[in-house]
């Protein structure tokens, strides 16, 4: 069993579509063991998304991802990267599969609903970010 970090961007918070998300989480095989709504200051979203910062999108990004509130979740299951990664879908929703998060909900390549992390290493960085082991309940 594995664990990766997840989170509903604001506009899908904004949208309502937190339950929705879950339950295309939950009937992947992947348990929700941690979940807080936050939102984040400009600072917390740049720092998050540090390894983007040369990228021209940043800057939009920061602003974004600090625009509402965010619910950030640990995800426990088998291989439970790579399946996140598969309900996600592609980046760009119009590049997602059927029946994917982002095919179904996305509103563009930077709104795109959810955030999922790319490997094992880079989840357990991103856990500690939001949370800390007494709030981790497998
Ligand atoms: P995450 O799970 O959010 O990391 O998505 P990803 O791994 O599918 O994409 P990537 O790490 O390449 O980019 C991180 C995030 O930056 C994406 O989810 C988008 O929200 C945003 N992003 C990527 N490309 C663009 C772009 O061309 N324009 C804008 N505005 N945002 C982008
Ligand atoms: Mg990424």
Do not use: C, W
């Amino acid at each position: 069993t594995q664990r990766t970090f997840s989170m509903i961007k604001p506009d899908a918070t904004k949208r309502n579509l937190t339950g929705k998300i879950n339950a295309k989480l939950e009937e992947a095989g992947l348990r929700i063991i941690a979940q807080k709504r936050v939102h984040l200051t400009p600072a917390q979203a740049g720092q998050f998304y540090a390894v983007h910062k040369d990228r021209p999108f940043y800057g939009e990004l920061v602003e974004f991802m600090s625009s509402g509130p965010i619910v950030a979740q640990v995800l426990e299951g088998e291989d439970a990267v790579a399946k996140n990664r598969e309900v996600m879908g592609a980046t760009n929703p119009a590049e997602a599969a059927d029946g994917t998060i982002r095919k179904d909900f996305a509103l563009s390549i930077g709104e795109n609903s959810v955030h999922g992390s790319d490997g094992p290493d880079t989840a357990a960085e991103e856990i500690s970010f939001f949370f800390s082991g007494l709030e981790l309940v497998g």
